[in-house]
């Protein structure tokens, strides 16, 4: 069984950084696509940012390009989202997700649900102006 547990979130002011993390148990963490999605209230989710596992390729919703990076330890299997200049509207519960049976298509189809069989719980995420 796999398990994610999200972690990191808090309340910060505009333009501060942080840094969430995804601890991942269960299977082989190294051959998982990973991905970071948000929901803010009353909002749909969104995807945020993904990371291919062969041969490491990340993708970015354009609202956080620049300003966001996601990063993988495969020792600790663990994943990172590290969020730089945060602005109001980067509120949300953010939730990691992994992609564990290799959902084919994946390329095509990385910021949607679909692909990814298991989810964190989320973590919480203010940015008070």
């Known amino acids: 069984q796999v398990q994610l547990v999200e972690s990191g979130g808090g309340l910060v002011q505009v333009g501060d950084s942080l840094r969430l993390s995804c601890a991942v148990s269960g299977g082989t963490f190294r051959t998982y696509n990973m991905a970071w999605f948000r929901q803010a209230p009353g909002k749909e989710r969104e995807f945020v940012a993904a990371?291919?596992?062969?041969?490491?390729?990340?993708y970015y919703a354009d609202s956080v390009k620049g300003r966001f990076t996601f990063s993988r330890d495969n020792a600790r299997n663990t994943a990172y989202l590290q969020m730089y200049s945060l602005k109001p509207e980067d509120t949300a519960v953010y939730y990691c997700?992994?992609?564990?049976?290799?959902?084919?298509?994946?390329?095509?189809?990385?910021?949607?649900?679909?692909?990814?069989?298991?989810w964190g719980q989320g973590t919480q995420v203010t940015v008070s102006s």
């Open positions: 990371n291919r596992w062969s041969g490491g390729t990340t």
């Open positions: 997700a992994a992609d564990v049976a290799r959902f084919g298509g994946y390329t095509l189809n990385y910021s949607r649900g679909d692909p990814y069989d298991y």
